[in-house]
Nanobody, 126 residues
Framework: QVQVVESGGGLVQAGGSLRLSCAASGRTSRTYAMAWFRQAPGKEREFVAAVTWRGVRRYSTDTVKGRVTISTDDAKNTVYLQMNSLKPEDTAVYYC???????????????????WGRGTQVTVSS
């Protein structure tokens, strides 16, 4: 079993920045992919970014492109999501997830992810 715990959410003004953290523990593996998704009220969960422990990164091609950076701290088993130039439409619960059956690239489909955190709220005021 793998546990993932998010932190770092909060209230920020439009144009500001936040860094989210995701700490993974338990039976983690360097073959997993780690990803961030987000879900706004009334909307489906959408992919934001993903990374493998070997450093392969994948980003959403539309909503957050150019404004987020995903990174890892291998020693801490932690994944970060740096978000800049935040907009009110970025307001959502942000979830961290782990994909254990990684093939080549991390998946953008939330149903491919096996372990999920409880999420951290990000609210961007205008």
């Amino acid at each position: 079993q793998v546990q993932v715990v998010e932190s770092g959410g909060g209230l920020v003004q439009a144009g500001g920045s936040l860094r989210l953290s995701c700490a993974a523990s338990g039976r983690t593996s360097r073959t997993y992919a780690m990803a961030w998704f987000r879900q706004a009220p009334g909307k489906e969960r959408e992919f934001v970014a993903a990374v493998t422990w070997r450093g392969v990164r994948r980003y959403s091609t539309d909503t957050v492109k150019g404004r987020v950076t995903i990174s890892t701290d291998d020693a801490k088993n932690t994944v970060y999501l740096q978000m800049n130039s935040l907009k009110p439409e970025d307001t959502a619960v942000y979830y961290c997830a782990a994909e254990k059956d990684l093939v080549v690239l991390p998946s953008t489909d939330p149903t491919d992810y096996d372990y999920w955190g409880r999420g951290t709220q990000v609210t961007v005021s205008s």
